[in-house]
């Protein structure tokens, strides 16, 4: 063993290995730099072993992490040997299907606008064009639902995306889907879920070095133009909403361009970009952090649209796959921003309603067992079938028969027939055109809400979250609370303690914990697949409260104290657990 305060020769030979085989010259370079700083300073020794601790996991969100040199981190060395891993899979998995791997397997490829994403698109498409794969790569920075379109559109056997989508500028990532003849069914061009997911880990681990996987020069062709066409002209559009102004933002991202044309094909004409965020930026300049649901994201939208005096805002994230709404709500006297779980509602309510009309009505809507059970209540209330699934939108949009679908954390698959993904384009016409038609009417999308309150009680969620310094820490938080759970929930008594890893109905096991109590507050508390985060997502409901807006606006203030309290409650039992470092409430 190395001394301490001494470079531990193992990790030191580790990373020499690396650079040799890295092909990135920057890559190299700033390796050999932290190797050198490393044999003289703890904080380069400990930033050195971080980087080799182990691979950059590829799971079911594919590849996901901050740029950087080394194997756990997001860089050229890697997406190469992840793209060779893909490759070799897609080939044995149409042997196996189809007991030929001809045609060869048709790859498309999308990419965003931050630091070094085009250099990872063009990687794999290298890759997979040396190994004999059709390969469609984007000429351009585009959304992520755009790309997940093209995969059902096209028939392709697999999409890749190079993305971190919201994650903060240090960040990269590699979704991946399949398609075509790979995945037939619901499942069908929707992001990886087991087992796919761990044959193609496999395949990555049996890829050579960087720099021994063959990389073509030529052989791959752009997306189509015809591809973006077809996205826009399959959304709905149709009546004119002349008087219905909107401020929108991109968020430094991809989306301005595909959103600023949808919703004018769909009759909007009144609508204001953000200028500060309206061009691609990698950087993300005028926010902390590029996520619409964050404190402050959208001060300069709201800005903008009390300036204009505007009727709606409508938000995306840099790959433009989520979307956030903002009203002024008589009830909060101003601007705010609607709660995922809100707009998921009201998404839900207009679908609904529209296959209520069918005879007799068909279709699924589903959400995330962490999202609002209101959307349960609206599909029974019309007819049709309510399916909660585990977190994340590779379980959410392979649901058969789905009609919508939405997860709390601002996504919305709207379109399942033609994007399986979360989608916030679509599901920001759709909110513009919900807003316009009740504008003719006199009324907004608080109304809608209030309304649904008074049919099924008021539904009030909110997040707590809790971070500890080792991710091995968070299986361990959720243990604790399965085996000391509280007595009650804001006073009310627990009935109900669920361990998720023995599954729940129909879905299979996750980590994690489910509370129920007397009076139907729900609290359910999971690691995050992203970060070093446990997460508590709340939920209390009001009885259904009288006709006036005085009385939704009582119901709401009290529902409002009670989840408070619950979250005060639950944020004290997670900061229980040892090590945490840091605690945030969200949507007060």
């Not at 997406?79 to 070799?88: S, W």
Request: hydrophobic residues 45%.
């Amino acid at each position: 063993m190395s001394p301490v305060g001494a470079l531990d020769p193992d990790l030191e030979a580790a990373a020499l290995r690396w650079a040799a085989d890295d092909v990135d010259d920057g890559d190299r370079r700033e390796l050999h730099e932290l190797l050198v700083r490393a044999r003289e300073d703890d904080a380069a020794r400990d930033e050195l072993a971080s980087r080799f601790a182990a691979p950059l996991e590829f799971g079911t969100a594919g590849l996901r992490g901050a740029m950087a040199a080394g194997p756990a981190r997001m860089n050229r060395a890697v997406v190469i040997r992840a793209a060779a891993g893909l490759g070799a899979f897609l080939r044995e998995v149409l042997r196996e299907v189809l007991h030929d791997a001809r045609p060869a397997p048709l790859v498309v490829i999308g990419f965003d606008a931050r630091h070094r994403s085009h250099d990872l698109a063009r990687d794999s498409a290298a890759v997979l064009a040396a190994a004999g794969l059709r390969v469609l790569l984007s000429p351009a920075p585009a959304p992520t639902p755009l790309l997940a379109f093209a995969v059902r559109h096209l028939g392709a056997d697999a999409g890749i995306m190079v993305t971190a989508s919201h994650n903060p500028a240090t960040d990269n990532g590699y979704k991946v889907y399949l398609g075509g003849r790979v995945v037939t069914g619901p499942g069908q061009g929707a992001q990886i879920v087991p087992p796919y997911d761990g044959r193609i880990a496999d395949r990555i681990a049996q890829a050579p070095a960087a720099n021994a996987v063959p990389r073509a020069t030529s052989g791959w062709r752009p997306v189509p133009e015809a591809v973006r066409e077809a996205y826009l002209v399959g959304l709905p559009g149709g009546e004119a909403a002349a008087d219905l102004r909107i401020v929108t933002t991109a968020m430094h991202g991809v989306g301005d361009p595909l959103l600023g044309e949808a919703l004018r094909r769909a009759g909007f004409e009144d609508v204001h970009p953000v200028p500060q965020q309206q061009r691609p930026d990698p950087d993300f300049p005028t926010v902390a952090f590029p996520n619409p649901e964050e404190p402050g994201a959208l001060d300069l939208a709201l800005d903008l649209a009390r300036s204009l005096d505007a009727d709606l805002v409508l938000a995306v994230d840099p790959d433009a796959d989520r979307c956030a709404v903002a009203v002024r709500d008589p009830h909060a006297g101003g601007w705010r921003r609607l709660h995922g779980d809100e707009v998921g509602s009201l998404l839900g309510e207009e679908v609904a309603a529209a296959r209520d009309r069918s005879a007799p009505p068909r279709g699924v809507l589903a959400s995330s067992i962490v999202s609002s059970r209101l959307l349960s209540r609206i599909a029974a209330d019309h007819g049709l079938e309510h399916r909660a699934t585990l977190t994340g939108f590779k379980w959410i949009a392979r649901v058969d028969g789905l009609v919508l679908g939405y997860e709390e954390a601002i996504g919305y698959c709207v379109d399942p027939a033609r994007v399986r993904d979360k989608d916030g384009v679509s599901a920001a016409v759709a909110v513009a055109r919900l807003a316009a038609r009740l504008a003719a009417r006199g009324q907004g999308l608080v109304d809608v809400l209030d309304d649904l309150a008074r049919r099924h009680g008021l539904c009030l969620t909110d997040q707590v979250s809790v971070r500890f310094a080792e991710p091995s820490q968070l299986d361990r938080a959720v243990a604790r609370l399965l085996d000391a759970p509280p007595p009650d929930l804001a006073g009310s008594s627990v009935v109900r303690v669920h361990d998720l890893s023995k599954g729940l109905e129909r879905l299979p096991p996750t980590t994690g914990v489910e509370l129920l109590a007397e009076d139907d507050t729900r609290v359910v508390v999971r690691p995050s697949g992203t970060e070093p985060k446990v997460k508590a997502y709340l939920e209390v409901v009001e009885p259904a409260p009288g006709p006036s807006s005085e009385a939704v606006g009582r119901a709401r203030t009290a529902a409002r104290a009670r989840l408070d309290q619950v979250a005060e409650q639950v944020q004290g039992l997670l900061l229980g657990s040892p090590e945490p470092l840091e605690e945030r409430a969200t949507q007060k």
